[in-house]
């Protein structure tokens, strides 16, 4: 006896560009099955579930932030994991740019003080590495080449005394994506209190 019924991934079905930290509806056409659906992505072999024992014909997924050229869709039926199909070919998804949000511009940070550097973790994938620049990024200073994404770094601020400071975060291993402070702050040497 045969099984008839199939589902074919009509969208993203190859070489579709996915932003992360974005929705993208993933859509399908589907006879012959429950009506049921889990929807999965991955590489092809492994897959990680996106939603499970869905209706309908399309979900909008929340694309994660990643990079990866090599990312399939699969749809298959909730109630018999036979019924199923992948995208054709790979898609990538392109990963969201980091968002530094302190020290952004206009703040005094006293030099050998403890200051915190902060970021939206969301927008970063993997540890982070973090510099500083005096001279409005003509030149860049390691503050730490990894440290956990958990949104903040504390920082003892450098006897380096500058009105034209920046900071600069990117991805550990992937420095074309970064993000700098959207104005110079200023470190200086604290007035003595007489």
Known sequence: KSRSGSI????????????????????????????????QYGNGVSFSSVATNISGNSYTWTVPNTTNSNIYVRVRDNQNYCKKDNSDTANTIVPAVPILTSPNGGEVWNVSSNRTITWNSATLYTNVFIEYSIDNGATWNTVISSTPN?????????????????????????????????AVFTIQIPTPVL
């Open 150 to 182: 958990d949104g903040s770094h504390s920082w003892s601020v450098p006897f380096n005394p500058s009105i034209q400071a920046l900071i600069r975060i990117s991805n550990v291993g992937n420095s074309a994506l970064s993000d700098q402070s959207d």
């Open 8 to 39: 074919v991934v009509t969208n993203p079905n190859g070489g579709v560009m996915l932003n992360a930290l974005t929705p993208y509806t993933v859509t399908w056409t589907a006879n012959g099955t429950s009506g049921f659906f889990d929807v």
